[in-house]
């Protein structure tokens, strides 16, 4: 391999962390939030306000306040973090903008983990590097790293279990374990989503019962159970101290009590409906606008992995082009990955274990996510953020295609590097219109 070769990936992973630390440099913690709040109240900063001035969990009923009945570790680490920077930065005293350093660590963090993970799956340089290209300039990871809700720390302790789990499939080293016992533990103290993560790794488990691994299938179960006490700590805590279900989702349980109640859309309409005047809008519209609405999770899905929500304040008919051809480039990556997860799910060739987790971790979260949204009918619960951890399985797929042959390869070289520039272009001139 040429020299030059081995840089490829730093300089891919070093633009892309310049290009989302412009877009924390010019984006206010106050702009393009999910239910952001305000510090010393509700929402997310009220969240993160309350561990500034406290060094214990809520002493009230969190079901009656915004955001707060979430699992408290992001918002307890923010809190004491920002503490930290204004003990360091007197004159900095109350400006929570410097939250949004955690979220970039903790986007850069993941896209580490999924590199990693890329280099034990190929040991193809191109298909690594192309699929390390596909995900370090997803338009969802650039706008999450200046979210300081707890999406960005879900996410990379999910992809930091999934690469774990990835690695103890190649070589059984037990300390894997206990590495993803830890980060199961800490992501159920983030976001209850993270329960998710036993599937894969259950079957991986499962899998070793077959192959006749039973001592390691032994230490690993004892393992995990020996954490759930830990891991659901915070749900038993709901339970027993304020009677709050383990399912309970803050402002959801009465009709037109949050953004987007989509009035009167059954079932099988919202499943069907795939009319192209969803797409009519590049981003999803929360409101009352019936020629904007999205009802159909799976375009919903589509749409707010491209573009986000209606937040974003397009302009120029710039900005507003480079976000539609974003909209069509994640139409078309879904198209590719439906092809991916087929061709991937019957190849033989393939190790079985590395199949069996990226196939079920991604069915189980598309399964959530549609669960989700028809028990919750809000525009505002379909959005490709609760699901955003898939994205390391997606990554892995899309660097298994650019393997089968050569028109995948150059075809998906030429598209991606399209997509990764199209990216940058919208966020480098958002930039510039905002400031």
């Not at 992995?305 to 909209?327: F, P, R």
């Amino acid at each position: 391999m040429k020299r030059e070769q081995k840089f490829i990936p730093y300089i891919i992973m070093l633009g892309s962390f310049f290009l989302r630390l412009y877009y924390v440099s010019v984006i206010s913690v106050y702009k393009n939030q999910h239910d952001g709040g305000m510090p010393g109240g509700f929402g997310h900063l009220g969240y993160i306000s309350y561990f500034v001035d406290n060094t214990s969990f809520p002493d009230f009923d969190v079901s009656k306040v915004d955001q707060f009945w979430h699992p408290p570790l992001h918002y307890l680490l923010t809190g004491k973090f920002l503490v930290f920077i204004w003990s360091i930065f007197p004159r900095q005293n109350g400006n929570y903008e410097i939250a949004q350093i955690l979220p970039l660590v903790y986007v850069t963090v993941s896209i580490i983990f999924i590199y990693k993970s890329l280099t034990v799956v190929f040991k193809d340089k191109w298909q690594q590097n192309l699929a390390l290209l596909f995900v370090a300039f997803q338009p969802s990871l650039i706008i999450r790293s200046a979210t300081i809700n707890n999406d960005a720390l879900s996410t990379l302790l999910s992809v930091a279990f999934i690469n774990y789990l990835i690695r103890f499939i190649y070589s059984e080293r037990t300390g894997y374990i206990i590495e993803m016992m830890i980060l199961f533990a800490l992501g159920m103290w983030t976001k209850k989503n993270a329960l998710l993560l036993v599937i894969p790794v259950g079957i991986v488990l499962l899998d070793m019962l077959f192959k006749d691994k039973k001592k390691t299938l032994f230490g690993s179960v004892v393992a995990f159970w020996a954490m759930s006490p830990l891991s659901f700590g915070w749900y038993i805590f709901l339970k027993i101290r304020w009677g709050i279900p383990f399912n309970f989702v803050w402002n959801l349980s009465s009709p037109d009590a949050a953004a987007g109640y989509i009035e009167n859309a059954s079932v099988i309409k919202r499943l069907l409906d795939f009319s192209i005047s969803h797409f009519k809008f590049q981003y999803v519209f929360v409101g009352n606008n019936v020629e904007a609405i999205d009802i159909n999770p799976f375009t919903v899905l589509i749409k707010s992995s491209a573009n986000e929500l209606w937040t974003w304040t397009y302009y120029n008919d710039g900005i507003k082009k480079l976000s539609y051809v974003l909209l069509l480039a994640r139409i078309i990556i879904t198209a590719i990955l439906v092809v991916a997860v087929i061709l991937f799910t019957i190849d033989t060739k393939q190790n079985f274990r590395v199949r069996a987790v990226v196939v079920s971790f991604m069915f189980f979260n598309f399964l959530s996510f549609y669960l989700f949204a028809f028990q919750n009918p809000y525009i505002c619960s379909m959005n490709y953020r609760y699901i955003e951890a898939v994205i390391i399985c997606e990554t892995v797929l899309f660097g298994y295609l650019a393997g089968r042959n050569k028109l995948f390869k150059y075809g998906l070289t030429l598209f991606t590097c399209g997509f990764a520039l199209t990216s940058a272009l919208k966020i480098i001139i958002y930039g510039i219109q905002i400031v």
